[in-house]
């Protein structure tokens, strides 16, 4: 659906703008009208170029902060437009900041704030969605924003033993593939060069690691290409609800990984078995 950008003058003839989703000008007219903004300016949003690689991301830290900053000031009694415009001036991760930015614009042109955050996926998970709108709904908007940064800091110190428990398996893998592939491309042929020289017949599994060797380097540069392409082909299905559905049910019944993310999902919403649950995903990791 088209975005357009807004500008004008909401109740008690306060300054607003911020954007709003409709079919055509007139629709978003109609629902700006609704809300009781009277309509200075209205224009499409242009369309945002973006750049691979810039602008930085989000991650579990800034979110704690936020989180942990939007309840305290919540809670001191201070009005969410103030809270945004204050955390807008405070977050140093620029990304972030401009997700602010347009969620206090949103908030103050008559959103919700969970309905704010909800247009920004990519920072705002369906979880944090969800319990800011059940803050709102039951009046305990602060109680929610403390809880959910207390979730995000054992969230991510859990999430950071588990890839610790798991960068050993990862290494030794990765260096036994790399040798492997190495072995095969530059020194198994040196080998065979001098098996050809002697004009010996070779036992069968000689044969089948020459071949192999062949086969790899002959095929090594088309199949790295059809590996790049075939990632950046998975991770664009996966973006969708039917390849996210699909990819973690193939993940969850694999034999040991399947185990850890299950225990670890568990540990997340039960503090009492987090420990035991980690210890025995660790060491299933290890095996």
């Known amino acids: 659906m088209p975005v357009f950008v807004y500008s004008g003058r909401g109740t008690g003839a306060k300054q607003v703008s911020g954007e709003i989703d409709a079919t055509d000008k007139q629709e978003a007219m109609q629902k700006l009208r609704q809300r009781r903004i009277v309509v200075q300016e209205l224009r499409s949003k242009p369309k945002d170029i973006k750049v691979g690689g810039l602008g930085g991301s989000v991650g579990v830290k800034d979110l704690k902060i936020f989180a942990r900053l939007f309840g305290t000031m919540i809670n001191a009694g201070l009005p969410i437009d103030q809270c945004l415009q204050i955390l807008v001036d405070q977050m140093q991760n620029k990304r972030f900041r401009r997700t602010i930015a347009e969620v206090h614009n949103q908030v103050a ?41 207390v979730y995000l800091e054992k969230a991510d110190a859990l999430r950071r033993k588990v890839k610790g428990a798991m960068i050993y398996p990862a290494v030794i893998a990765s260096v036994a593939i790399s040798a492997t592939v190495f072995l095969l491309i530059k020194v198994i042929p040196v080998f065979a060069k001098m098996f050809q020289d002697l004009g010996a017949e070779l036992p069968k599994p000689t044969q ?54 299950r225990k670890t999902a568990v540990a997340r919403f039960t503090p009492h078995a987090r420990r035991a649950d980690f210890v025995r995903c660790t060491d299933s990791a290890r095996a």
């Open 109 to 149: 042109g008559g959103e919700s704030l969970s309905e704010a955050m909800s247009r920004h996926k990519t920072v705002f998970d369906n979880l944090f969605v969800h319990m800011v709108n059940a803050g709102e709904t039951g009046g305990a908007l602060a109680m929610v924003f403390q809880r959910l940064a």
């Open 208 to 261: 089948f690691v020459l071949t192999l060797s062949d086969v790899v380097r002959q095929t090594f540069l088309p199949f790295l290409g059809v590996c790049v392409v075939g990632f950046f082909a998975f991770k664009r299905w996966h973006r969708t609800a039917n390849g996210k559905a699909t990819v973690d049910k193939f993940i969850l019944k694999m034999p040991v990984i399947g185990g850890v993310i």
